[in-house]
């Protein structure tokens, strides 16, 4: 299948810093690919490279099948490509309701609005009127999703969605992402939890060092547990 969002030999540097070696992903419709390694491998790096917020030196990256390397992070998100990053950003002196807002995307439209978030979310819509700084990290996290899902994305890019999260909250949001696969939605996310990666994944890239030193179906990848004790030390 003809992927929506491709990856082709990222290299991308922080000033001298040579963090990404020739990188690359495919991502076709309705699929669910993880990007997983340690720390500190180059997930969150090929992430920004793909939004535009680090562009990669070289390398190219393709959505919807238009080169668009290096577009800044704006345009992307018009093209629709959502991210959710790992620091979540939630505005924190603006309410639920209006962090939602500003999630939408002038001249996007599809299935999310308020009404179809806060049933996605209803104990975002219970609470709609308070201040994103008062939300534990569960709920902020939930929030970002919400807050992505409100600019109708073509391809959803989720930067650690776990991490810090009780066990309760990561349940929740792995029933989540198996709904959003079941109503084909396009997700592309970084994980360390290999369990729940596992669950919601379709394939794996992995990273070590800034390298891609694997490439595979989840199911393939279960199996490979050499490699998943020599790069995620499972």
Known sequence: MESIL??????????????????????????TVCLMGRNGVGKTTTFRSLMGLTPPRNGQVF??????????????????????PED????????????????RIPGRSGPWNMTTVFRQFPALGEM???????????EQQMLTIARALMGNPDVLVLDEPSEGLSP?????????????KA??????????NIRFAMAVSDRVVLL???????????AEFQRAEDIQKKYLAV
């Not at 990856?7 to 992903?25: E, K, M, P, Q, W």
Request: aromatic share 8%.
């Open 6 to 31: 491709k990856a082709v030999d990222l290299n991308t540097y922080y000033g001298r810093s040579h963090i990404l070696f020739n990188v690359g992903l495919e991502v076709a419709p309705g699929e």
């Open 63 to 84: 959505f919807k099948g238009k080169a668009c390397t290096g577009l800044a992070p704006f345009k992307m998100a018009r093209m629709g490509l959502g991210f959710v």
């Open 88 to 103: 979540r950003r939630i505005l924190g002196p603006f309410t639920i309701r209006e962090n939602l807002e500003m999630g």
């Open 128 to 138: 709609a009127h308070r201040m994103g700084e008062t939300l534990s990290g569960g």
């Open 168 to 180: 309760v909250i990561v349940g929740t949001l792995k029933s989540l992402i198996l709904e959003l």
């Open 183 to 192: 109503a084909n939605t396009t997700l592309l996310l970084s994980e360390q």
């Open 208 to 218: 070590d060092k800034g390298h891609v030193v694997y490439n595979g179906t989840m």
